[in-house]
Structures are given as structure tokens and as C-alpha cells.
């Protein structure tokens, strides 16, 4: 009986894991740590071209419309919808619609024929929800060409897969200690009988959203797109450029997901491989070495068998500044830090919040926690996230041998495909894990240390690009667009289809952020 109680805390504890672990892999770099500008000014430049009337580009009538982002303030855009049908094969079926956003070019510049169709993370991100998030780093594209984001049919605007109760309220699952794997499966089943009569999951995978960008091409009338994918969308991106490569002029991929790599399949590994390097950047600096003698793995480690039970901990709430009572457990550790490694300027905390915690001092790691964990709140779709990993990555995820001893351990992935026991899934190409090849103009992005999608898996996509190049920047995370020079280096490769002439010495003089050693920051 004990035994299976045991078993039981422990099923619990890794369900609340995933879904911080999932809302983080879905929400990216640009939901989380958005580059942070003045809402006012940059829609002053974008309100300029906006007319109070109805805009068409191709067959598409677009209208004024506001879009925000979490950090980010808003922006006003011009937003149209497709209607497309749900299951093509169908005519008399389910129709739904996209939602698409026109980030339009700068006033006065001269045109170019070719838009750019930037790609969202997840999967589960909405593309329109990230636009205000995005758009500064995409300045330089903007001057000579219209950029386009359209919601992954199930997400954003575009027939959302919201599971829903008898009188259409939003279901709840509360990832809470009072949550077992049961229930959490038993939640997934009444998702999938309430999106009944609504739509069908089978048909919303990448597979599907790849053909409705081109539905999308198709109604702007244009010949030629620029495709921007992040993250998960770096695979959409990849699927779209073998269907469609007469229809491609450049190919920027921003964390590339090879598309043989299982999603979240190697997360503990990934991981735990960032934490090594920021350990040894603080090895190599006298200062941080004195400070923090233990590496964070092993803090980590130590402070999570310390919490396996759990502590009752008093902190101050990040939102509202009153304090408050809760629970802080292992699982708050450890996806604390897996949220932190995304960024550097994040990430140069974990040393500090580690060594208070070490000392008993949890409120700082309790505070940071529901910050970072309120940051990632409606940024994600999960039904959609479940059609896609259920269809294309669930039966390949095997458990790895090394994964045990890890700070994740295997239970981690494994919780990523529990919903796949009951959740309906499509069907998946028999070419769907085969690399590209292509002759296209490609640059692939990747930062140093990025703890899901780490610079290896942009080398191995980029054998079989002839015309491919793959820029690596030093000491940054998931996310690098928005760093340093690379958004100038974007624009200049669109512009010129040409990712072997870049001069990328801007890059490699990006520097390592500094290690906090106080609450002041670092030691000069």
C-alpha cells in the first residue's frame, strides 16, 4: 500500500513538472523574454501606414486590428481571416478560418515582391500573439518587405482547440499535489469529447498547417515567400520548403528541430548541458569561483533531495508585493532553472538564488518561481500540442539509457506523451523524419547555449544544405534573433539571399553575461 502511494506522489510530482516544462518549450524566447520597447512609439511608426478603411493584398481584406504580447505592449497591425476546409479531402465538411497579420514594410521604402512568413514556436504558440514581441527584431527585414504571421490552424485566432465543460467554460486541470497522472489523463479525455462536434484533432497537425501557409501564399497572390521559423516552427518551415520549394526564396531558422528529433525527448540532457557551461564560465572568473565553490548541478541536486517532501515556505508575491504561504518542492527547483536557462541575462541568477536556497533562504527562489511561472500562463494551446506530438513524435520516443541520473530524469519526456493514450492522432508521412536537402539560401541561428535546441541539431540539418550557413552565438540561449547584431544580419540575408557573404564578426563580440555574485549583481 505504501508502495503505491509512493508511486502515486511521485506520478504527481512529475505531472506538475511537465506542464511548466511544456508551457516554457512552448512559449520560447519571444513569449518569455520579449525585447522590451516602448508600446507608444513603435505604434506611432506603424499607425502611419494605417488607414480606418479596409486593405486588400491579393484576395485578402484586411482591417486595423491590436495585438499585444505579454512584456511587450501592443501594436496595431492589419489582420484578415482565410477560410480553409478542416479535413481536405472534405468538400462538404467542417470549414474553419485562419488568422493572419500583416506587419507591413516601411513607408516610402520600395517594395519587394517577396513577404516574409514568420513561423511560431510550440508547437501550440499563436504567431499573432507574439507580434508586438517580435517585431523589433525584425526592423531591418520591415524596410523593404511585408511580413506575415499566421495562427497554426488550433491556435490564436485560427479555430482554437479550447476544451471546454457542459456550459462552455474553459476546463481547468490545477497541476497541483492534489493532481494524479489519473486524473491528468482523465482531463485529457474529457478535452477530446468536448472538442466533438467542434473539430476533429487528427487534422491539426504540422502536416496540415504546412498546406494552409500555402493556402495563405496562394491568397496573397505571391510567387515567393521568406520563410522564419523558431523553435518547433523551424520543422513547419522545413516540411514547407521540401512540399513547396519553388514557392521559397531564403530559409532563417531560429533553434532548429531537426525533423528525426522526438520533442522533448532529450530535454534532460540538453538541459543539464547549459547549466555545464555557465559552471564553467564561472570556474574560468576568480570572483564567481570564490562566491560559488559548488557547480548549480550539484546544488541543484543537493537542494532537490532536500525538497523531495516538500517545505512550506513564506514569500512575497511578485504581482501584488504581499506575502504569501506555499509550498516549495523539488519540482519548483528544477523547472525554476530549467525556465532561467533560456536566457542569459536569466540564467546569470541561478548561482545566487541556488546558494540562498542552500542556506535555507527560499523566498527569492519562491518569488522568481511565480514570476516566471505567471509569465507563461495562456501562452500555449495544449490540445494542439497534443495533436502534434501525438501524431509525429509520441511512437518514436524512446527512453534514454543516461536519462537517470539526470536532473529530469526520464519520467519528464515520458509525461509529454501520457496524453497520447487516449488523444486522437493523424496521420504522419512516411517521409516526415527525412532530412532536408535543399539548394535553398538558408541561415540557421543558434545560441551557445540554448537548453532545447542546441547548436548540434542546426550542424546536423546543415549537411544537407549546399547553400546553408549556421551562425552560433557565444553565450545566449534559446532565441537569437533579438541579440546583438543578428537582427541586422537577418535582414541583410533576406535582402540578399546570400548567407555565405554575411559578415559575422558582429557575433562573435558578444560577451558572456556575468555571473551575479550579490542581489547588486556581478563584481567588476
Not at 518549450?25 to 520579449?34: A, H, K, L, N, W
Not at 516601411?106 to 504567431?127: M, R, Y
Amino acid at each position: 500500500m505504501e508502495h503505491g502511494c509512493t508511486v502515486r506522489r511521485e506520478g504527481t510530482r512529475m505531472l506538475k513538472k511537465y506542464w511548466i516544462v511544456l508551457a516554457l518549450v512552448v512559449g520560447g524566447i519571444f513569449v518569455y523574454f520579449p525585447t522590451r520597447v516602448a508600446a507608444s512609439s513603435f505604434e506611432a511608426s506603424s499607425a502611419a501606414t494605417l488607414q480606418p478603411v479596409v486593405r486588400s493584398y491579393g484576395r485578402l481584406r484586411f482591417e486595423p486590428c491590436t495585438l499585444s504580447a505579454r512584456g511587450a505592449g501592443h501594436i496595431r497591425v492589419l489582420c484578415a481571416q482565410l477560410p480553409i476546409l478542416e479535413n481536405p479531402a472534405l468538400p462538404e465538411g467542417r470549414r474553419i478560418t485562419l488568422k493572419i497579420a500583416w506587419l507591413e514594410r516601411d513607408s516610402g521604402s520600395h517594395p519587394a515582391s517577396d513577404p516574409v512568413f514568420f513561423i511560431a514556436g510550440g508547437p501550440g504558440q499563436s504567431a499573432t500573439g507574439v507580434v508586438a514581441a517580435v517585431a523589433p527584431s525584425l526592423n531591418e527585414v520591415r524596410k523593404k518587405r511585408d511580413i506575415f504571421f499566421v495562427d497554426q490552424r488550433g491556435t490564436g485566432g485560427s479555430h482554437p482547440l479550447t476544451c471546454v465543460d457542459a456550459q462552455g467554460r474553459a476546463l481547468q486541470l490545477e497541476a497541483e499535489n492534489t493532481t494524479t497522472p489519473e486524473q491528468y489523463i482523465a482531463f485529457v479525455q474529457r478535452c477530446a469529447a468536448s472538442l466533438q462536434g467542434r473539430a476533429d484533432p487528427r487534422y491539426y497537425t504540422t502536416t496540415e498547417a504546412v498546406t494552409d501557409l500555402d493556402m495563405v501564399r496562394t491568397a496573397l497572390s505571391v510567387d515567393k515567400i521568406n520563410l522564419i521559423g523558431v523553435s518547433y516552427g523551424t520543422r513547419v518551415a522545413q516540411h514547407y520548403a521540401r512540399r513547396y520549394r519553388a514557392h521559397v526564396r531564403t530559409l532563417t531558422m531560429d533553434g532548429v528541430v531537426p525533423n528525426d528529433l522526438v520533442i522533448g525527448s532529450e530535454f534532460a540532457t540538453t538541459f543539464e548541458n547549459a547549466i555545464a557551461l555557465q559552471d564553467a564560465q564561472c570556474r574560468k572568473d576568480p570572483s564567481c569561483a570564490k562566491r560559488f565553490p559548488i557547480d548549480s548541478r550539484q546544488q541543484l541536486r543537493t537542494l532537490m533531495e532536500r525538497l523531495r517532501q516538500g517545505s512550506e515556505v513564506e514569500y512575497q508575491d511578485p504581482a501584488s508585493g504581499e506575502m504569501r504561504r506555499r509550498r516549495i518542492t523539488a519540482d519548483t527547483v528544477v523547472s525554476l532553472a530549467f525556465g532561467l536557462s533560456y536566457a542569459p541575462e536569466l540564467i546569470a541568477l541561478l548561482p545566487l538564488i541556488l546558494n540562498e536556497a542552500a542556506s535555507g533562504h527560499y523566498a527569492p527562489l519562491m518569488s522568481l518561481s511565480q514570476l516566471v511561472q505567471r509569465g507563461m500562463d495562456d501562452q500555449m494551446n495544449h490540445a494542439l500540442h497534443w495533436s502534434v506530438i501525438c501524431t509525429e513524435d509520441a511512437d518514436r520516443y524512446v527512453t534514454s539509457a543516461s536519462a537517470g541520473g539526470a536532473l529530469f530524469g526520464p519520467k519528464v519526456a515520458q509525461m509529454f506523451f501520457t496524453p497520447c493514450k487516449v488523444w486522437p492522432t493523424g496521420v504522419r508521412p512516411p517521409d516526415f523524419m527525412m532530412p532536408l536537402v535543399s539548394d535553398l539560401p538558408a541561415l540557421l541561428l543558434s545560441g551557445e547555449r540554448d537548453p532545447v535546441t542546441p547548436p548540434h541539431y542546426a550542424e546536423k540539418l546543415l549537411k544537407g544544405l549546399r547553400y546553408g550557413r549556421h551562425i552560433v552565438a557565444p553565450g545566449q540561449g534559446h532565441g537569437t534573433i533579438r541579440v546583438g547584431c543578428v537582427s541586422k544580419l537577418l535582414g541583410q540575408f533576406i535582402d540578399r539571399a546570400d548567407a555565405t557573404s554575411l559578415d559575422t564578426t558582429c557575433v562573435q563580440r558578444l560577451v558572456n553575461v556575468p555571473v551575479f555574485t550579490s542581489f547588486n549583481g556581478w563584481e567588476p
